[in-house]
């Protein structure tokens, strides 16, 4: 005796000597796949077994009844036509090896298809970006690694660039679910085992990419929070370590990208393994219904070769619905605690944010040790002094606070800096629910194909409700990723809060020109040098350097624009764009040495010799 009932893969059938079984709740029916002569149930030589299928969830019940020439169907009295038992079992197990699909699938095919399609150029666009605004964009947003060093720690953390990786993880998505949606599109009505086998490689790979840009975005999130200067301490915890958390970064995607490399193959060997068997028991089935008769001997060479082709049918859909549910299981486990980690670090990231965004309309203070513009030490320049306490029309320069006993002035606190701070708070809400949303709809998926696998894989309306939900899923996802990296890319710089540092402001005001045209390389040294006496105090404050006064050929690694002879510039600001003024007043060579290790650490200006 053999027990045969549905588990709900293609194909997948379980056997189990006499109803044991792990997968349903109810006992399976018995039927005799083929009898030995030494059996004791009664079988009439006019009768042949004929398998039965008829699809009652959630169990697909399998029953024997005899057929024979005699045999009637219902109350009719009249002689029914006896149906070949080979090809009626034979279009039974095609129709549950190859199900079918609600009418609607073709047109979400369709449109996620050509969302997907659009996804791929808009993150080909997006990643032009950097190209297209020079040198210093490349450079600012096209690396890929970088190592952040936190006090009392020698080891790193190592930060990927959230936004590339992100933009790059969307389109190797996009292109993934396209070939997926192409696949599917093509498999409807098709009995390639090829494409079903292709089609679950696919599906696993479609979720790897995504997983990716989620867990560099988490970790980002988590280290911003970490180098705050809210979390301070001296003696980190073994959970914030930089050794513990570079090994989660590296290890966690190794460990995903293994198992599902894993259960790719494995699921590939099933359907293969799948196919080989179907494929020899519908060519013995068409082979047995050539030669079948009414009234045909049961127990012939035939028939038994038919039940054991069979019954090895069923045990490789069996193991392809072992494959397919522990599959689901793992990647429900995985999602589940992507989106956790994601929730934590995200949350403490919005609470960093949240607390930057009420010091802004608050009151704040600066480090004691801090000392005031005004109250500069005697042995610094003059012309240092004088520029930078130089009053402007928006605030002076006195009002900058620089310690305790100054506050921000109310002009600073309307600046557009605070305004871009409140609507990236807000915009980072909304993007993480997005995101969060995502994980969710792919945790429901991957429950719905672990509890409901045999509705998920076999009826037309659970497969056409999962596969729309993936779909859409996915497409909520790249939509938020690429706003996202776009948004990274064209950002600019536009913060107007004051530096504290007295010898930054010195060094951007002694910065802020333009670079010049690019030094030739036969004329670097065809300028002649500043020579200036320390002791002629007549050549303090002398600018007869004429050559190199009116020159734009930058002679040294400053790039000096010409001189100007105001002392004091009315327009200045030392708290506003760097790049907004382009001339300054050159210091003296005499008092140049007397700024070193104090508040200006710019390189000295030599001479370039190539």
Known sequence: MVSVWFTGAPGGWLVSPCGVTDYSPSPPLQFPLSQPPSTSIARSENTLPCLSIRRDFPVLKVVMSGTGQSSHLGDDPQPKITPNPYIRLLEQIDRVTFPEYTGPVRKVLIAFGSIHAATVLVCIAVMLIPLRRGPEARKKFTWILRKK??????????????????????????????????????????????????????????????????????????????????????????????????????????????????????????????????????????????????????????????????????????????????????????????????????????????????????????????RRMDKLEPQVPSYIRENLESPVSRMTLPDVPIDSSKSYPRSLQKQPSVKELKDGYIYLIVYCSIMLLDLLIHVTCTIIRTVHFEQAIVDKRWRSKTTWLVLLGSTLASVAMLFHSWRIFTERDTTNIPEPNPGILVRKFLTSHREGPEAEANAANSYPKQVCDAADQSQMNKFGHADLSSSRTPISNWSINPIQQIRSPPAFSPVDDINRYTSYEMPPVSERNRLSGYIFAGPEPTHVDH
Not at 163 to 177: H, K, T, Y
Not at 278 to 304: D, E, F, T
Not at 306 to 323: D, V
């Open 149 to 370: 060093y936190v006090p009392y720690i020698s080891t790193p953390y190592h930060v990927m660039n959230s936004g590339l990786i992100i933009v790059v993880s969307q389109l190797l998505s996009s292109l993934i679910f396209v070939t997926y949606i192409i696949i599917d599109y093509y498999s409807l009505n098709s009995t390639s085992f090829v494409l079903r086998a292709c089609l679950h490689v696919c599906w696993e790979l479609c979720l790897l990419p995504g997983y990716f840009g989620l867990h560099v975005t988490a970790f980002c999130s988590l280290y911003t929070y970490l180098c705050s200067p809210r979390y301070s301490s001296k003696r980190r915890r073994v959970f914030s370590h930089p050794v513990f958390l570079n090994i989660l970064f590296y290890g966690l995607p190794i460990i995903t990208t293994l198992q599902t490399a894993g259960w790719s193959v494995a699921l590939a060997l099933a359907v293969r393994n799948q196919a080989f068997s179907y494929n020899k028991l519908a060519a013995h089935l068409r082979y047995g219904a050539s030669y079948w008769k009414p009234g045909q001997n049961p127990n012939n060479p035939v028939h038994r070769r038919a039940a054991s082709l069979l019954a090895k049918f069923l045990q490789r859909g069996k193991n392809f619905s072992t494959c397919w549910v522990w599959s689901s299981r793992n990647w429900s486990v995985i999602a589940v605690g992507l989106a956790i980690f994601y929730a934590v670090t995200v949350a403490n990231l919005l609470h960093v944010l949240r607390t930057c965004l009420k010091a802004s309309h608050s009151t704040p203070h600066f480090h004691r040790n801090m």
